[in-house]
Each structure stands twice: as C-alpha cells, then as structure tokens.
C-alpha cells in the first residue's frame, strides 16, 4: 500500500552521533574511575536508552550497582549535554531524502530512545530546515523502544493508521517497534550495527527481503512498485517472512 507518513529513528539512522556520546560517556566513566569504551564498542551499546546504554558500559560488576548506575547516568547527562553538537553530522544523503519527502508534501516523525530534552536539543540543531510533525525522545509516562507505544502515539497524532506508516531505523529494536506497532520496518545499513544481520533478530534468518531503489524518487517506468514514500519494491526472496525489514545500504537507497 501507498505509505502515508514516516517515522525516522534519530541515532544512527538520521544523525551519526556516536563520538559524541561516546567521548560523554567516556568522560563520565572517567569521572567514577571506570575504563573507556572504544567508539565500537559504543556501537553495540547504545539503542535502548540511556539508563541501558549506562549499564552496558560499566565494567562487571558494575552494572548491577543501582547507586553506582545512577551516579554514572547523572554524569552522562551532564557530558553529553555539553558536546552533543561537537562531532554530530547527518549522515550523507539524509538532507535530500529530507527535502524529497517534503516535497512530496508526506509528514515525517522522529522517535528516539535518547532522553526527550536531548532529542529535542539535537533535533533543533541539526534538523530544523524541516518541518517534523512529531518528535520523541523516551519520556517518563511512555515505555521505550521496542514497546510500541511511542510510535501509535506518533500514529494517533498523525490520524493514520499504523498500516499506512514506514518506520526507518537501524537496529533491531527499531525492527521489533515497527513489527508491534503493525508499521511497516526499513532498516538502514548506514547506522551503528555494522553487522547487518543485527537488524534480522525480529525476523528470524529464514530468508531476507530485498529491494533497491532511490528514495524518494519515482520508480522507472515498467516497474510494479507504487509505493511511496520510498518507491520500493518489495520482491520475495526464498522464503522470506511476512513483515520482514527491507534494508537500505545508504541514505536515499535501499537494497
């Protein structure tokens, strides 16, 4: 079906900002006594919110102290807030894909497991040439990613039903919100998971989708696809299963 709307993850699907929250983490480590964390190793750690994100990076047996995990979250706020925007960029391609869905007049979110205010503050540094109907960080009342609840809120507030909705993100907790939420999951290869097989867990590996076409364009005469915003075609491999991501290689194309 034509999608009607699209809901963007922000952390390494729209922006790529993870020096800055590794070198804030980093920095709150060292404020405590406990090792860095290399930039790969950051990768694998964030996704699933910040009080995660904390208990992740702390050493064993770190991470099962609730003092010491609050004490390190209250850090982290701290550093982050001060260098979100010093090695932050969008990723290349995502301001065209921004303007081509704009001018095709289709209303696009952000829901972001990042704290509100951090969304918010990154959100208006970065993106605010364009228009977002909503934006999301986690919030006290609204469980986090991969509960659904965010993304049916952004849906309500949209007045379109979940069906008619693309959700972008680049892990496969943006693929499990997607699948509860009953929208339909792209998954991009550009973010922080370098494995692509990250974004295949909800799914199983029975088979992957495939599918390359430039976003935000029309597709080539003599194709199937009319689908939009993404003009994709959706072409079964195997026996691949019903819901299962499509995955985009770079910003503006998927494959």
Known sequence: MPYRA?????????LDTI???????????ARLGHPPR?????KGLVGDGLETFVRRALPPPWGEDEGECRRLRDAMSGEYAARSA????PYDGIPELLDALAARGLPFAILSNKPHDSTLSVVGHFLSRWRFAVVFGAR??????????GALEIAARLGLPPAGIAYVGDTNTDMRTATAAGMFPVGVL???????CSLWECCGDSGRPASSRKMGRRPSSGSRSS????SIERRRRGSGPRGAPLTASRAGRLS
């Open 140 to 149: 006290a009342a609204v469980p986090v990613k991969p509960d659904p609840a």
């Open 86 to 89: 010093l090695k932050t960029r």
């Open 38 to 42: 290399t930039t790969g190793e950051c």
């Open 227 to 230: 689908c939009s915003p993404f």
């Open 190 to 196: 550009w973010g922080f998971r370098t494995a692509a």
């Open 6 to 14: 699209v809901i963007f993850d922000l952390d390494g699907t729209l």
């Open 19 to 29: 020096e800055d929250l590794c070198d804030a983490m980093n920095a709150a480590l």
